[in-house]
């Protein structure tokens, strides 16, 4: 039986971009990223099917642009990150540009599906072997524990339950 090899990949941190959009009001949509993260990441081949992810975000390195709303946002109000400073990801099933996982945001885990599109494989000008990829999807913020809200003087809500991901990913080898 031929054994295979499994090729260790990392984050290229200077090339990768962690983005979360959420409405505000339901009139604008607000953006935020993660600057502090990191991943394992394993795989057979180029492909990266049945890859082995595990994914872990910094909630104290959340960047809205808005100090005030950064603050906000690591409060118990949202990801508490006192208590629960890491958001992760590990991932179940990686196949036909589809990532399945458990994701895991304060004390909840559920498991998410997100789209994945593999751009490509390089050698960069210093030799190293480099993959991109974008990653989209969208999740519950309340499915997760992430239930503060307000209501306007019309009775919609101040923050939808709808969150967006984005991430640029870029790997190194």
């Known amino acids: 039986m031929e054994t295979l090899t499994k090729t260790k990949w990392a984050i290229d941190a200077t090339h990768t971009q962690i983005e979360f959009k959420v409405k505000h009001l339901m009139l604008t949509t607000v953006t935020g990223s993660f600057q502090k993260y990191a991943a394992e990441i394993e795989a057979d081949d180029d492909t990266f099917n049945r890859a082995s992810i595990n994914?872990?975000?910094?909630?104290?390195?959340?960047?809205?642009?808005?100090?005030?709303?950064?603050?906000?946002?690591?409060?118990?109000?949202?990801?508490?990150?006192?208590a629960f400073p890491e958001i992760k990801f590990t991932a179940t099933k990686f196949e036909s540009g589809k990532l399945t996982g458990n994701l895991t945001i304060k004390d909840v885990t559920k498991l998410?599906?997100?789209?994945?599109?593999?751009?490509?494989?390089?050698?960069?000008?210093?030799?190293?072997?480099?993959?991109?990829?974008?990653?989209?999807?969208?999740?519950?913020?309340?499915?997760?524990?992430?239930?503060?809200?307000?209501?306007t003087e019309a009775g919609g809500a101040v923050v939808s339950d709808e969150v967006k991901i984005h991430a640029q990913v870029q790997l190194v080898k």
Do not use: C, Y
């Open 55 to 82: 994914f872990l975000a910094d909630v104290n390195s959340i960047s809205t642009g808005n100090e005030q709303r950064d603050g906000h946002l690591k409060s118990p109000d949202f990801f508490d990150a006192a």
């Open 112 to 151: 998410v599906t997100l789209d994945v599109e593999l751009n490509g494989i390089a050698k960069d000008p210093w030799g190293q072997t480099k993959a991109g990829f974008e990653i989209t999807g969208k999740i519950s913020r309340k499915e997760f524990g992430l239930k503060w809200n307000a209501l």
